[in-house]
């Protein structure tokens, strides 16, 4: 075979697999930034929720406080 052919083979080759390497460790790089980023994502949700389910709490509570207060000042208006 022609050396002047050898080398343009083997040069196409090399080539061909550093392309596919680079593409390879490309996507992997981008797939660890994509489940970083969903990681990171599913924590502020889980945080926003967790308030959330806090809030919704105090709303039961204050709920259950105005009637409380109302009790008192029907108490206190009756011993007044």
């Known amino acids: 075979m022609n050396p002047t052919v050898l080398a343009a ?3 196409s080759i090399t080539s ?7 593409s390879y460790q490309q996507n992997k790089k ?5 489940a970083i980023r969903d990681a990171k994502l ?3 949700l889980s945080n926003i929720e967790k308030k959330l389910d806090e809030h919704n709490g105090y709303a039961d509570k204050i709920s259950s406080i105005q009637q409380d207060i109302s009790f008192i000042k029907g108490k206190l208006e009756k011993g007044a």
């Open 9 to 11: 083979l083997i040069g």
């Open 16 to 22: 061909i697999v550093i392309c596919l390497f680079t």
């Open 30 to 34: 981008r797939r660890l930034d994509e």
């Open 42 to 44: 599913e924590l502020k």
